[in-house]
């Protein structure tokens, strides 16, 4: 055995070994898919705040106009008529109670409800500042197990390049051991024999190269897309803890205020530090109601964006699958026609009948030396 | 001087680390201790909310806890806290993740450590009694269709403005006419009542009033014929806790009781150096069927004790036309270190009241 046919054969007998799961055009799809399925989680929980939102909003425009009713009450100008107008128009007098002024309702309550309510609408919008953490959180622990299949597929391609080449090599060396022997002697035979086995081999591993590298740049552009998605999140959700942050403290500070001027107001005293407490509390109000507003052009800005540009994302993917998908089978039925060429050829040589072989469009490396 | 003895805003302290622990728990055993009955605001409630503020603060969902510098107790901020988190904790809950999902993800990232807290925050709170800052009923007690007449009773609890927690219990009879508004109204099977929103709210505005204001108040209105009215009020309280910074203690105690605030004050001069509390409890009655009038609060004498000679006459004249009697009370619970101070302001009122210690 010459020392050329001993690489040869180790050439053949080497056991290549991928990292990872191993790889095929259906595995890929699939594991592209279950990470998109993370994607698309991430992007539904957007979609439901923002529908939320957008009843916070209302909610919140809601409350808001009262308070503004009340503090335009307070200086009349719901009335035109000053001050006492509005006043005479928010307290009234139960009919045959002798001289005892009862108005409708106690304004100390009136805020304190109000006051609530508007702490409790705070509180939900804070809520999901924790859930866009965890969301980003998740996102990028995704992209460190994306980042692992990159390397992964980017390793496993270049095994596959090395070794396709050192199989090139061996081919090309046989191809010349073949011209120095008679055609169809033994020698010729064996060495035939393994040219073939290098073909299948050359087969194998270079749709390997091919997926590898195509796994590595489909892992590479769902990386892009999660991070754009980790963005988002997080800059949302930095802007909602600013903005409910900045509500919850004009609130905590407002509280003894309200409940003094409520106070003052239901003994009709000091009306007009009424309305001083009530802009306190207005400005709370608006400082949330801003945040609603800008998250929604955030949303519209950013959110339908991203979708956009996810969907998008799905069209290439699903164009690079199905390009191999095509690919692959190409292969194949060369590969099928190149054994039909073959078998042919044989019984034409043996002298049966039979219809000559239909040449493929590129003779496979793999079929009979002419 | 510390830092939490400085107001925030009106009427506000902020108690942080290392306070609020101590101060909490003072609170939430002088609750326990006080043996409050039916007429005071639900001791349940109240120390529902006190241990969700506690279990909130340790979980470092806030940095603070508010309190009212005259009342020493937690504010209307801090009261509300412990409602928006029971109404939003099953909602927060569901969106959440599990336990074991955050307790494996724990050393991660600081989110889910955070996260874990908050649920187990949310988790312990839920199904647990805590104070509302209203509460208003009306009981229907008797009902006679034949001469229009009910009986009813009003029962309001209210974080009042000045920082105590009050509830009130107005027994009432309503004798009812084609020509006379009515303050509560029947429905049409006579078996549930509630009050006119105008009723209501002259209650509401002046429940800060003591108990013989309210009924020579509700006694005017025309058709209404008051039996009983009754009020039980939680707080003040003064407390004292020792940090490295000095003492912290409440703001604006004269606010609530110079009195009180003036014999603590001397007190501070010779601190006992651990954390100390003094919490009051008044009971506060004007019916018909008190026999004798009498207060029993050292801290707030009766009105007729106390009236300007020049308003007499007309104030001995409108109790005339009112047929009840007050009888005011109040109990104490207080550390040992204090005990001797609350002791000391009853002796010097002439009045025989409870005072349960604080261990």
New interface residues.
Partial sequence: MSAGTKSISDVLSRDVSYSGEGISVRSLEDNIHKEREVQDGKVDELKTLRERNVEIQSTMTEELKKLRKFSDYMDGTATGGGFWAGFKEMV?Y?????S?A?????I??LL??Q??VS??RV??AA?YV??L??S??ELY?EIDRINGKIVESAENERVALDYVLELRDSKATLEAEMQALEAGSVEARKVEADVDKIQALLATHSSNVQLYGAAENRYASLKDNTRKLAETIRNLGQDIQQYTTAASIK??????????I??AA??SVVMLEMKKSLDVMTESMNVTTQFVSDTQVFFRQNLDKLVDELETFDESTTKMLDENLKKSKEIEERRIQAAIDKALERRAKQGGGGAPPTAPSSPPASSSPA | MSEMNQLVTLHTQSLREPVYEPYLDQLIEALRAARLNNSFPDRRGLQGSLETMQKAMRAKLYEQVYIDARSGMPNMASFTRVVTDHEVAAGSLDRMSDTAHYEARRDEAEVYARLLDKRRYYESISGQPYAPLDENRVQLRRHDPATGTAEFRIDLTKLDATGVYVRINIELTQVAGAWRRKVIDLDADGESAAASQAFHATVYRNASFDAEHLFIHMHEIEGVSVDRVQRGVVGPALFCVPTPEGLVVPAEPEQASPLMAHAWRRWLDKPSGKPELVMSFQSDIAARDVRDEKSNDPLEPLLSSRIQDGERARYEHTRQRFPFKVFKDRKFVATPGVEGLVRAVCEAAGTKNLVYRLR
């Fill in positions: 009234s139960i009919p045959g109670l002798k005892i009862i108005s409708k309702r106690s100390e309550e304190k409800q006051y609530h702490a409790r509180k939900e809520e924790d859930t953490k965890q980003e959180q622990k609130l905590d500070m407002a509280s003894a205020q309200i409940q003094a409520g106070r239901d003994a």
